[in-house]
Each structure stands twice: as structure tokens, then as C-alpha cells.
């Protein structure tokens, strides 16, 4: 652990007060509410820290006993990125089934529900929305987390999710600052580049930001990403020209005029971490006009606030950090936890009343039926699900469950299910084209395996964003000759769909998904 040889109070009060850190365990730490009597002016909440909307209430109460302006933030994007229910999958569609209704008066009453219930548990600054318009069908980390490819249709539902989740008194910090859309690649790995030129991202990636601006999003999260564009040598979330120069810049300048919180996506994704480490990041975050460093998903201790403490400090110290933007950042970080404070409880104060079914109305209105060739008969019986699953990117998690087994199971006792991977058909190597590696026996074993489970049930294939990947497209092609009869649910972004009994396109993969899904696959609901 370091420490300050010397310093004035308020220059090491204001380096904390820009740090937004996380911890383990789902009670806090001494260590973390020291810091906030001595200046830390925000904590970030991961799944691991949550068990219930009760010990949550009672953690938030913990941390606001110390400090009554604590800014408690959260990645609580619904649909497949869900922290509040992390153990049992979300009570709300995720953004692109929202998209896909394009209702903006139901995304801004969803955004209030989940609002008002992350209020209701003292959170009061959400990671949320996505704004990324995802342009390219092959990005690993946003796909369902976008409202969808058209800039025009994700700007409207992003302004509406902004306004629906601060009418509860919940701040929304519009992400991924300049847009994440137009990726191969998942900045927690390594750093992703997009060649667009300037006319593009202004008639594209940045349509939305605008729109969330003008509704007055409280913050805005910046992407580790690098668009030549705008600075050939710097990701965004360290550029000048990115966070001042575009973000900053006033309307009259070709900016988009943003005065509130600029807060960086984490600083533990290899994008920024394996090039610049998290202390130098951290300073060239704040010099280039961010206000707010996330810390915490993967280094969650005390020594980790400490070393950026210090680090900023040493930056001041040094000249390299004007002593005045960091004094500027922190002022920031208190006046949103300031806002956060007076506008907790706006939600039932405006007569917010609670809307519990709002997620599964919005889920199952998003759902896209094509029947098959022959007119659809439910099983009568139990089914069996075969779920072909890929390796989940880091943002949603593999702790989370998803799929329609649990829900089938429900409507159909007796409902079987099993997990099928890409080792599954390429001997665990995993890797495309290797169908028939030792141990393999590509997609026909596979698909002998599934036909043994299944017997005589009707199966239902899970897949989720097929198109990606092509064992999983092989696999169902295999199952579907063999057994035409298969209900097919694509649970990730859908592209055309195959034949088969019935294909149900979800848009997500949260739990009120797999129960919309469920409900159509056994005769019941659609259309919410």
C-alpha cells in the first residue's frame, strides 16, 4: 500500500472524489466507508455484492449513513446485462427487444420501473443506457444491448430510456461515448479501432448521443476504443479531442455540449490496462476531460483506490495533471451526488406508481413468430431443450442464467434440457472449421447426442446470435433435417431464420424472454 509523503487535504479529497470503486462482499468493507469520510464520493455495485432488494436497501443505507450524498452506481442495463438480478436473469428486456417494439412511451415506462426499483433499493446512478448503434452484425460485446443498427431508431429509445430512468430519481449515464457499434473486437480484451471517418460517426455514432444530451442525461460513459477521426493516438476515453474537443465542445462548434459527468468505462479492460496500466490511464482519463474513473469489476481492494490516489496526486504534483481539472472533476462528482440526493423518491412523488408486469408486457410484445411450413401443434408433453450456447462476453457474464429451459419446465413439468458448445463439435479445441478434430466428430455427432437426449419429445433448439458463429449454425442445420419438426428460439440479434416448426426471435436473452418464448412454444400468450 503507498502513501502520501505530504499534501494538502483537499487536493487528496478531490482524487478521491473522482475514483467510482468497487468491493467484495455484500456488506461494506471498513476500509471503503473510511474513504468516504475522508473524501471517496462514489461506490460501484457488481453482482457479486447483491443477494436481494432487501440487503441491498440495507447495504445502499450503510453507505449513505456515512456519506448522505454517495453516489451508489450500477450496470443495471436490463436484458442480458442485469446485476440486480444476476442469480435468476432480468425481469426487463434488454434494449434491442425494446427496439424492436420501437414504442417509445413503453421503453421510457420500462426504463421508470427498473428506475424506480433500483431507487427503491438507494441506487441513484445507473450505467445505462447503451447508446451504440450497432452497425456491425459481428460485435462480440453490444449486439442485444443495442436498440438496434438505424441511428435515427436508437437515438429516439435512447432519449426515452434517459428520461423514463430519471423521472424515478436514478441518474443515466449514456454509454459507450463515441459509439461501440462498429466493433470486431471487445475492448475488455484488447483495444477495438474504427476507421470511419468524421462524417460518418456524426451522421451515425454520435445521432444518439445527441438525443441523449438534449434529454439531459446526468452522465455519459466513455469507450476504450480508438477512432483515428478523432485522435490517431489515443482511445477515446483519453483523448482530448474525444472527452473536451467533441463532447465538451459546444453546439456551436460542432460539439455536442455536454456540462454534466463524463465517467470512463473500466479502467481494468485490457484495452487500456495492457497499454497504459490503470494509474497512468487514470491521469491521462482526467487531463483529457473525464471526471469519474470506474474501478472495481476486476481490482476490487483498498490498495487499489490508494495507488489512484496517489497517482493523481503525484500527477498534480508533477505538472502533468492541472491541479484545476482535477478540482473541476471533483466538483462534478459531488454535484451529481448532490442532484442524486434531492431526487431520490422523485419517482413516487410525481405518482410513480409501481408497474411489476412492465418487463414481461414489453418482452412479450418484442417477440418475431415465423411459423413453419406445416401449421404449429404445442407438445402436450414434456419437450427437451437443447441449448447450444457460446462462451458470453464479460459485460453480461456466465453467472447470469438465460434460455427458456426454466420457464418450459414451468408450463411443462417433466421439460429435460441439456448444454451443448462448441467442443461439443470440435473436440475441445473450439475453434471454427475444426469440425472434425480428434475427439470432434462435428455437428452430426453432435446432433446424435442431442436426438439420444431428446428421444421422442419435441425439441426446442436455443441458440443465441447464430450468425456468429458457425458450429452453432451447422449444428442446427444438422438438427433440423433430422428432426424438422424443432421449435427454434434465437435468443441473441436474429438474422433470417431457418426452417422449422416455429422460430421465435426474442431479442435478448433475459428471463421474461425465455418466459415470453415459453408461453408462445406451449400455445399461450404473445403479443403482451
Known amino acids: ?15 478521491l472524489a473522482v475514483l467510482q470503486p468497487g468491493f467484495t462482499g455484500t456488506t461494506a468493507p471498513e476500509w471503503l466507508l473510511r474513504r468516504l469520510g475522508e473524501g471517496l464520493t462514489s461506490v460501484g455495485l457488481f453482482g457479486r455484492n447483491i443477494t436481494s432488494p432487501e440487503q441491498l436497501a440495507a447495504l445502499t443505507a450503510q453507505l449513505r449513513a456515512e456519506r448522505a450524498d454517495v453516489l451508489v452506481a450500477i450496470d443495471e442495463e436490463g436484458g442480458d446485462v442485469t446485476r440486480m438480478e444476476v442469480r435468476t436473469g432480468s425481469s426487463f428486456p434488454g434494449n434491442l427487444a425494446l427496439g424492436a417494439v420501437d414504442d417509445t412511451a413503453l421503453t421510457q415506462a420500462v426504463a421508470r420501473e427498473l428506475g424506480r426499483r433500483l431507487a427503491e433499493c438507494g441506487v441513484n446512478l445507473n450505467w445505462a443506457p447503451s447508446a451504440d448503434v450497432n452497425s456491425n452484425p459481428d460485435n462480440p460485446v453490444i449486439g442485444v444491448r443495442s436498440f438496434g443498427a438505424d441511428p435515427q431508431l436508437v437515438a429516439r429509445h435512447t432519449a426515452a430510456y434517459v428520461r423514463g430512468l430519471q ?23 484488447a483495444l477495438p479501432r474504427i476507421d470511419a471517418d468524421l462524417d460518418t460517426l456524426t451522421t451515425r455514432e454520435l445521432v444518439p448521443f445527441r438525443a441523449a444530451v438534449a434529454a439531459g442525461t446526468k452522465a455519459v460513459m466513455s469507450a476504450h476504443i480508438l477512432l483515428p477521426a478523432l485522435d490517431p493516438a489515443r482511445p477515446a476515453t483519453l483523448s482530448p479531442a474525444a472527452l473536451h474537443g467533441l463532447l465538451r465542445a459546444p453546439l456551436t462548434e460542432g460539439g455536442l455540449g455536454f456540462e454534466g459527468l463524463v465517467v470512463t468505462d473500466g479502467m481494468e479492460m485490457r484495452a487500456i490496462s495492457a497499454a497504459y496500466g490503470i494509474e497512468r490511464g487514470s491521469v491521462l482519463a482526467i487531463a483529457a476531460g473525464a471526471d469519474a474513473i470506474c474501478v472495481g469489476g476486476g481490482l476490487a481492494d483498498e490498495d487499489t483506490v490508494l495507488r489512484l490516489r496517489d497517482a493523481l496526486v503525484a500527477a498534480v504534483r508533477a505538472g502533468e495533471l492541472p491541479e484545476a481539472r482535477l478540482a473541476d472533476a471533483a466538483a462534478r462528482v459531488r454535484a ?7 431526487a431520490s423518491g422523485a419517482g413516487a412523488a410525481e405518482g410513480s406508481a409501481p408497474a411489476p408486469e412492465a418487463g414481461l408486457r414489453a418482452a412479450r410484445r418484442a417477440l418475431r413468430i415465423t411459423p413453419g411450413a406445416q401449421p404449429y401443434q404445442p407438445p402436450t408433453g414434456p419437450a427437451f431443450v437443447a441449448a447450444f450456447t457460446p462462451v458470453a462476453n464479460i459485460a453480461v457474464g456466465d453467472e447470469t442464467p438465460w434460455g427458456v429451459a426454466a420457464e418450459l419446465a414451468r408450463l411443462l413439468p417433466g421439460t429435460a434440457t441439456a448444454t451443448y458448445g462448441s467442443e461439443d463439435v470440435h473436440g475441445g479445441g473450439g475453434a471454427p472449421g475444426a469440425g472434425d478434430a480428434p475427439g470432434g466428430g462435428g455437428a452430426p455427432a453432435l446432433i446424435a447426442n442431442v436426438l439420444a437426449d431428446a428421444a421422442d419429445r419435441r425439441i426446442v433448439a436455443v441458440v443465441r446470435d447464430v450468425h456468429r458463429h458457425a458450429w452453432m449454425a451447422d449444428a442446427l442445420d444438422a438438427l433440423l433435417a433430422a428432426r424438422p419438426d424443432t ?27 425465455g418466459l415470453a418464448a415459453a408461453e408462445v412454444i406451449t400455445g399461450g400468450v404473445a403479443g403482451g
Open 336 to 342: 451529481l451526488g448532490d442532484w442524486a440526493r434531492h
Open 487 to 513: 421449435v427454434v428460439v434465437e435468443m441473441g440479434v436474429p438474422q433470417a431464420p431457418p426452417s422449422g416448426a416455429l422460430h421465435i426471435a426474442t431479442h435478448g436473452a433475459a428471463r421474461v424472454c
Open 1 to 15: 500500500m503507498t502513501t502520501l509523503a505530504r499534501g494538502s487535504d483537499t487536493l487528496t479529497r478531490d482524487a
Open 167 to 189: 423521472a424515478a430519481g436514478v441518474a443515466a449515464c449514456t454509454k459507450h461515448f463515441p459509439g461501440h457499434g462498429d466493433t470486431a473486437v471487445d475492448s475488455h480484451h
